[in-house]
T-cell receptor, first 112, second 111 residues
Framework: EAGVTQSPTHLIKTRGQQATLRCSPISGHTSVYWYQQALGLGLQFLLWYDEGEERNRGNFPPRFSGRQFPNYSSELNVNALELEDSALYLC???????????FGSGTRLTVV | AQKVTQAQTEISVVEKEDVTLDCVYETRDTTYYLFWYKQPPSGELVFLIRRNSFDEQNEISGRYSWNFQKSTSSFNFTITASQVVDSAVYFCARLLVELTFGQGTILTVHP
């Protein structure tokens, strides 16, 4: 069974640009979660999508947004990139009740 | 916010030593789930264990064991006879709606 897949693995962007990160959940999982792990910091919850709807949002500015598609895959968009957005972005998926919570390998975003 | 606290920022041991990683959590809920994850240098989060708040039985899996004590809101993780391959960052987390992580403990096992 395929795990949670994220693309791209690495992404380099210039300050002010937009970044789009993608996540494909495990088959059968309807929930997708996004987390940010900045260097030296812990894992911060960004967004939770379930059945195509945004269910919860962490303490991040509106330039962090995303969506979930009918096939349950998800995109995270970061607009007006700032240097401090450089981080590892991890996606996770689960069943609707949180069971089977599994993480992908992450996308390392570098803003220069 | 209901926090998860891992008081040990870094632990350094010599191979074959036993090591315990502490985790204390806050919650106002009666039903919740607790997790431990391992993050090796490659960056991915490797699932180790998921524990239901109603199940206070300790669990052992090979060299790994977990001690869940609801009375003290703790969910500690012990590695017996540590190995160099155990070197990683270990995260404790609590699931209510989404996962809330502790700050992580960097474990270094020296040969």
């Amino acid at each position: 069974e395929a795990g949670v897949t994220q693309s791209p693995t690495h992404l380099i962007k210039t300050r002010g640009q937009q970044a789009t990160l993608r996540c494909s959940p495990i088959s059968g999982h309807t929930s997708v979660y996004w987390y940010q792990q900045a260097l030296g910091l812990g894992l911060q919850f960004l967004l939770w999508y379930d059945e195509g709807e945004e269910r919860n949002r962490g303490n991040f500015p509106p330039r962090f947004s995303g969506r979930q598609f009918p096939n349950y895959s998800s995109e995270l968009n970061v607009n007006a990139l700032e240097l401090e957005d450089s981080a590892l972005y991890l996606c996770a998926s689960s069943f609707w009740d949180g069971y089977g919570y599994t993480f992908g390998s992450g996308t390392r975003l570098t803003v220069v | 916010a209901q926090k998860v606290t891992q008081a040990q920022t870094e632990i350094s041991v010599v191979e074959k030593e036993d090591v315990t990683l502490d985790c204390v959590y806050e919650t106002r809920d009666t039903t919740y789930y607790l997790f431990w994850y391992k993050q090796p240098p490659s960056g991915e989060l490797v699932f180790l264990i998921r524990r239901n708040s109603f199940d206070e039985q300790n669990e052992i899996s090979g060299r790994y064991s977990w001690n869940f004590q609801k009375s003290t809101s703790s969910f500690n993780f012990t590695i017996t006879a540590s190995q160099v391959v155990d070197s990683a960052v270990y995260f404790c987390a609590r699931l209510l709606v989404e996962l809330t992580f502790g700050q992580g403990t960097i474990l270094t096992v020296h040969p």
